[in-house]
């Protein structure tokens, strides 16, 4: 079976663990405000907020790790109460602007988790000439110690997926993501280039890992 085309990000997959331990599904849940105004999409990394919710992540480009305000995993669905219907909901994406005093995310949070996630032309976000354009990576961007910057793209409300990349420029400077491997089935036909990677948030960065305690 043929992989499938890859024409468009779709945020971040938990694939397996660091030392080859399989991604079980487990998931730690955490509340998300009332009335939260953004969007949370399937596969958005998220951060707590101040007061101890969750809230999706504003760290695109972060290169001062001691600024990050508590990067926590990766979103991977909510549940709540639908202000309207009166009854619980689970849900691929939180909607901006639920009022309910009960959402819950579901969230990939283990730090040694390491997640697919496409390349992308740059990062500039939401262009289809940029953080939406999918890009050929080679194998040399998994080089240790080589960094990716975490694409803040806009979700699909038609399906609830997360739309965030990362890019890939062989840096080796403090940045949000850690290029781990790359996917080889999604290789150029000359089998020099590849569009998904395999990445981990990288320390610092990550709050379960982050001795400043932000």
Do not use: W
């Amino acid at each position: 079976m043929a992989y499938p085309i890859v024409d468009a990000p779709y945020g971040l997959k938990p694939v397996n663990l660091i030392g080859g331990l399989p991604f079980a599904g487990a998931t730690r849940q955490m509340p998300i405000a009332s009335g939260y105004n953004t969007s949370i999409f399937n596969g958005d990394v998220i951060q707590f907020a101040a007061d101890g919710t969750v809230i999706i992540s504003t760290m695109a480009g972060q290169a001062a790790n001691a600024v990050v305000p508590g990067v926590i995993g990766v979103f991977l669905g909510c549940s709540y109460t639908d202000p309207v219907l009166g009854y619980q909901l689970f849900s691929q994406h939180y909607p901006a602007n639920t009022v309910s005093t009960d959402i819950v995310a579901y969230i990939s949070d283990d730090p040694h988790a390491l997640y697919k996630i496409v390349s992308v032309a740059s990062i500039v976000a939401n262009n289809a000439a940029g953080g939406l354009l999918p890009a050929f990576k080679t194998r040399a961007v998994a080089g240790a110690p080589k960094n990716a910057v975490l694409v803040l793209n806009t979700g699909l409300l038609s399906t609830g997926n997360s739309r965030m990349g990362c890019f890939a420029n062989s840096v080796t400077t403090s940045l949000p993501l850690t290029v781990v491997d790359v996917v080889p089935e999604t290789a150029n036909a000359a089998g020099t280039g590849f569009i998904e990677l395999i990445v981990k948030i990288n320390v610092g960065y990550h709050r379960y890992n982050n001795q400043i305690g932000v």
